[in-house]
Nanobody, 121 residues
């Protein structure tokens, strides 16, 4: 069974930095993409950044130049380095993995439990 374990959230002052990590455990035939989404209170869950196994990375416009997504394929781990944090970055951040659980299966989306990031003075 595929599980995503997240860590790294917390409280930080504006302008500060945090690093989120997410590790995929369990067997998966092929990972197509890994990344992060976030959901602020009363809002929908939105893409923050995602990286495909082919090497392309996509960022939300609001985080470009401040956030960096990196991936350690050997460890099935994805990191989100968040710099110059702003109060509007406050949200629950969810790790996402898209992939094929077994050979010949359809692709699935898997989600972590979410980690709170609060940017406040």
């Amino acid at each position: 069974q595929v599980q995503l374990v997240e860590s790294g959230g917390g409280l930080v002052q504006p302008g500060g930095s945090l690093r989120l990590s997410c590790t995929v455990s369990g067997s998966m035939f092929q990972i197509v993409a890994m990344g992060w989404y976030r959901q602020a209170p009363g809002k929908q869950r939105d893409l923050v950044a995602t990286a495909t196994s082919g090497g392309s990375t996509n960022y939300a416009d609001s985080v470009k130049g401040r956030f960096t997504l990196s991936r350690d394929s050997g460890l099935n781990t994805v990191y989100l380095q968040m710099n110059s944090l702003k109060p509007e970055d406050t949200a629950v951040y969810y790790c996402n993995v898209r992939g094929y659980p077994t050979y010949g299966s359809t692709w699935n989306d898997y989600w972590g439990q979410g980690t709170q990031v609060t940017v406040s003075s």
